[in-house]
C-alpha cells in the first residue's frame, strides 16, 4: 500500500520569507514517481513537478526547489522569497511506476498563506 | 488548447436524490480518471479509463456510484441515491497514453463541489 503524509495542515508566512513543505511517503515499491500539486483560489490542481525515484538530484526552478531523499522517504518543496501569488493549497502524491498510467496517492494537503 | 472542464462546478442536493457529474477531458487523452476530495481529507483516486473501458474502479466507495465514458469521450459519474458522506470536491484528470514505462502529466481540472444535505 502506498501513503503520503503531509503533517502541516497550514503555514502562514510574510511575503518574501522562505517556507518549506513537508512531504513523507511510503512505498514497498522499489521504483516510483513523486508529484508536487498547487491548487490555488481557483480550485484546478496544477501540476508542479514529477521526481522519478532513479533520480535523486534536488530540483530547482526560479523560486521552487525540490529535496528530494530516499533515506528518508521525503520529498520536500522549498519556497524561496515567497510571494502573495504562492498562497494556495499544495499537495504531494505517489504513484507506481507501470506500462501504464498509474493512479495518484495524495497527501492531505498544505495550506500556504502569505502574508503580504 | 481547452483544459479538462467539468459540469456543473457546484451542486447541492437533497440526500436521497441523484446527481450527474461530468467531465470533458483534452482532445485527444485516452486516459481519465476520477478523484474526490472529502473535506479536510486527502484526494483519493475513484477510478481510471482507458478510452471507454474501465482500467481501475478500485476505488469505487460502492454500489451507489456510476461512471460512464461514452465512446471514450466524456464521462459522467452518477451517484444514486446521494448521502450525506458524499459530499466533497470531484476532480477530473486526464493524461495520453505511450508505449514503454512513463507517467504522463495528469491534468486536472477545476472539480464539482457536491453538498449533499
Known amino acids: 500500500a502506498q501513503k503520503v503524509t503531509q503533517a502541516q495542515t497550514e503555514i502562514s508566512v510574510v511575503e518574501k520569507e522562505d517556507v518549506t513543505l513537508d512531504c513523507v511517503y511510503e512505498?514497498?515499491?522499489?521504483?516510483?514517481?513523486l508529484f508536487w500539486y498547487k491548487q490555488p483560489p481557483s480550485g484546478e490542481l496544477v501540476f508542479l513537478i514529477r521526481?522519478?525515484?532513479?533520480?535523486?538530484q534536488n530540483e530547482i526552478s526560479g523560486r521552487y526547489s525540490w529535496n528530494f531523499q530516499k533515506s528518508t522517504s521525503s520529498f520536500n518543496f522549498t519556497i524561496t522569497a515567497s510571494q502573495v501569488v504562492d498562497s494556495a493549497v499544495y499537495f504531494c502524491a505517489l504513484s507506481r511506476i507501470n506500462f501504464g498510467n498509474e493512479k495518484l496517492t495524495f497527501g492531505t494537503g498544505t495550506r500556504l498563506t502569505i502574508i503580504p | 488548447e481547452a483544459g479538462v472542464t467539468q459540469f456543473p462546478s457546484h451542486s447541492v442536493i437533497e440526500k436521497g436524490q441523484t446527481v450527474t457529474l461530468r467531465c470533458d477531458p483534452i482532445s485527444g487523452h485516452d486516459n481519465l480518471y476520477w478523484y474526490r476530495r472529502v473535506m479536510g481529507k486527502e484526494i483519493k483516486f475513484l477510478l481510471h479509463f482507458v478510452k471507454e473501458s474501465k482500467q481501475d474502479e478500485s476505488g469505487m466507495p460502492n454500489n451507489r456510484f456510476l461512471a460512464e465514458r461514452t465512446g471514450g469521450t466524456y464521462s459522467t459519474l452518477k451517484v444514486q441515491p446521494a448521502e450525506l458522506e458524499d459530499s466533497g470536491v470531484y476532480f477530473c484528470?486526464?493524461?495520453?497514453?505511450?508505449?514503454?514505462?512513463?507517467?504522463?502529466?495528469?491534468?486536472f481540472g477545476p472539480g464539482t463541489r457536491l453538498t449533499v444535505t
Open positions: 484528470a486526464s493524461s495520453q497514453s505511450g508505449i514503454g514505462a512513463g507517467q504522463y502529466e495528469q491534468y
Open positions: 521526481r522519478n525515484s532513479f533520480d535523486e
Open positions: 512505498t514497498r515499491d522499489t521504483t516510483y514517481y
